[in-house]
């Protein structure tokens, strides 16, 4: 493969990266924002988008100036929140994505997780979103299905940083991600998110002006910054329809085959760098530890981090340890120099994760 076609699949993963960024703060872009999101020429934003308009992957609107591109979805409804029955809206939505693609809700694995996905996020807007609307968005392409379900609410993260009076947005996102998180405990387990978010594909939630990515095809969990604030939340899900996972695999995953509850969770530490991003810090390692009482084995991922200092390890490892001593700290992806600290740091009696 030449040097030229290698550089040209580059920048066009770079540009889709681009717009997919943006389309997460807003439902409609244009080639300038392209252009400058990716870094490349006006020209060669536009010709990015001319393709993608011709594949039938967005619209265009406007002309000259005023062009801007929206995503094409297969349906877009809008429902009024109030009194709205979440079962009544999977109902609607499920003839209309039958008449539209019959094999797709055929396939059982994809219809399981539909079942518990899409009617986990509805039920979300209605009962947490305080907004007036929500709007149900259908994508159905060659190799996959995908949703969105987007309210005109306060949005997740500040629903989360009021009800527990957190700093910011930022600290409501590393709660969340946490998983069985709920601001209202007497009628939610608070598993909607948390199982949804490994049951797809892919999970994006945004909402002010973070975006939260869970990537299950490449193992991957992040979050970003968006260029402008998102006025409530957007969720959009995506499923393969080859897609091997199963509901019951993610039961299991996350349940303790003895009690069958589910009290298993993978804590990604990078999550949590915002605010100091070193890990030295009895503080950032009592944000990591709050609220993680109920589970009894929480993995802590230290992928991309180099090193934690002693007070955190402390702060965790000893520390929340004893007080917890139901629950236990399993480190993973932590390379030799952070295993030594977490080591020096534990009771003596203790196991170390593997």
Not at 43 to 68: D, F, N, P, W, Y
């Amino acid at each position: 493969m030449s040097k030229t076609s290698v550089r040209g699949k580059t920048t066009s993963r770079t540009i889709a990266t681009a717009i997919e960024r943006l389309f997460e703060s807003r439902t409609y872009i244009t080639t300038a924002e392209v252009a400058t999101k990716a870094g490349i020429t006006r020209q060669a934003a536009h010709s990015h988008l001319a393709k993608m308009a011709t594949r039938g992957e967005i619209v265009q609107e406007g002309a000259s100036r005023s062009t801007r591109y929206r995503r094409l979805a297969s349906s877009e409804h809008i429902y009024e929140l109030r009194d709205l029955d979440e079962n009544e809206v999977w109902g609607n939505e499920k003839r209309l994505v039958r008449n539209l693609d019959p094999e797709i809700l055929e396939i059982k694995n994809v219809i399981q997780i539909l079942n518990f996905a899409f009617t986990e996020m509805v039920n979300n807007a209605i009962d947490h979103s305080r907004g007036t609307n929500v709007i149900v968005r259908w994508f159905l392409e060659p190799d996959r299905i995908a949703f969105e379900v987007e309210d005109d609410g306060v949005g997740a993260f500040t629903t989360i940083r009021e009800e527990r009076n957190l700093a910011d947005d930022f600290e409501a996102l590393g709660e969340l991600s946490k998983g069985k998180q709920t601001t209202d405990p007497d009628h939610h387990s608070g598993l909607g998110i948390f199982f949804t978010s490994r049951m797809v594909n892919r999970f994006v939630l945004s909402a002010g002006r973070i975006s939260w990515v869970v990537d299950n095809e490449i193992d991957d969990v992040a979050w970003g910054w968006l260029d402008e604030p998102r006025t409530g939340t957007l969720v959009r899900c995506e499923i393969r329809r080859d897609t091997t996972v199963a509901p019951r695999d993610v039961y299991a995953e996350l349940s303790n085959p003895a009690t069958g509850r589910y009290d298993k969770t993978t804590i990604h530490v990078d999550l949590f760098k915002e605010h100091g991003g070193s890990f030295v810090s009895r503080t950032e390692a009592k944000a990591i530890g709050t609220r993680l009482e109920g589970f009894e084995e929480i993995e802590l991922d230290f992928a991309g981090i180099s090193e934690i200092g002693q007070g955190f390890a402390d702060q965790l490892f000893r520390v929340w340890a004893q007080e917890n001593p139901s629950s236990r700290l399993v480190p993973i992806n932590a390379n030799p120099a952070i295993l030594a600290m977490i080591a020096a740091m534990r009771p003596r009696d203790s196991v170390d994760g593997e």
